[in-house]
């Protein structure tokens, strides 16, 4: 018996060490029985999501984690430091230093800031127009009530030393990061690969896309940046991970992603938009269907 116990508290060791990282082995071209490659979306809002994205309190600092204000934080970080790089979200070949990812932010945040403007401009214009209907006064001519124009497509007003222009482009290092914008959602791209190696079924995240969303719904929601996962996991690794509910449960994010503790939906399958949660869970239910039947025939 003690050969046979010895014998299964190895098997039980070896399964212990290794468990953390079965999702994301590489797997060999010519061990690749099957793939596809997906697109998911993570609701940071959601229950189970929210974790991704805490800031932790100043009173439970873990000298075990370097990166303690969620994964779009710690992706952020690691650019600063100059660890890797980021890739522009139109093209491949396009990088993004940290000084280009800021530029990005403040294009963002002038797109948001004219847009403000151009419906407060709207809202005071009609209250005007209201006035002048009421009290049957003539408008002030070359002006359209409150000596306002237009430039480069944004209305903006007149003031006395001249007019007002686009926001102050802030320098780089100055730039203070408002994370709401970016902590909306996240796209995950995966590939779906049957190992013929280990005959089942693995999910490899191959890049993050880092979201930015206006909070008034206006304008539609830009990707900021593509994180590849080869070059992000080891700050993923120092990244905290905290069940909210439970101040003993804490991993790192990388070990997060790797057993899959987090809730997303398709909105991309093999190239094809998915364009409802109906679609997106009949093609989930697909590939876990395809996994079955490789087995059962």
Excluded at 16 to 41: C, G, L, M, N, Y
Excluded at 106 to 127: H, N, P, R, S, V
Aim: hydrophobic share 40%.
């Amino acid at each position: 018996m003690k050969p046979f116990g010895l014998y299964l508290l190895i098997c039980i060791l070896f399964l212990v060490d290794f468990s953390d990282t079965i999702a994301q082995v590489p797997v060999r071209a010519e061990d690749h029985f099957w793939r596809k490659r997906a697109v998911r979306r993570i609701d940071l809002n959601e229950k189970i999501n929210r974790p991704l994205v805490n800031h932790e309190s100043q009173y439970y600092i873990d000298d075990k984690y370097t990166e303690q204000n969620g994964i779009v934080a710690a992706l952020i970080n690691g650019l600063k430091r100059r660890e890797y790089i980021a890739f522009h979200p139109d093209d491949w070949d396009k990088t993004l230093d940290y000084g280009l990812l800021v530029e990005r932010m403040i294009e963002f945040d002038q797109a948001l800031t004219g847009i403000q403007e151009e419906m407060d401009y709207d809202a005071e214009g009609a209250e005007m127009d209201n006035l002048y209907e009421e009290f049957d006064l003539e408008e002030p001519k070359g002006t359209d009530g409150w000596g306002s124009f237009e430039y480069e497509g944004v209305s903006v007003k007149k003031e006395a030393d001249g007019m007002q222009t686009t926001p102050f482009r802030a320098e780089v290092a100055d730039y203070q990061i408002d994370y709401a914008y970016y902590e909306e959602s996240l796209h995950i791209v995966e590939d779906w690969i049957f190992n013929r190696a280990r005959s089942s079924m693995q999910q490899n995240i191959d890049y993050f896309e880092v979201i930015w969303t206006d909070p008034s719904g206006m304008l539609a929601e830009k990707i900021l940046a593509r994180f590849k996962w080869e070059d992000v996991k080891e700050i993923l690794a120092r990244t905290q991970w905290k069940n909210r509910f439970n101040d003993s449960e804490v991993r790192s994010i990388k070990e997060v992603c790797e057993l899959r503790i987090f809730h997303g939906y398709l909105i991309n399958y093999g190239g094809v938009d998915i364009r409802t949660l109906g679609e997106a869970q009949k093609r989930e239910l697909e590939m876990i269907e395809f996994e079955h039947h490789l087995w059962s025939h």
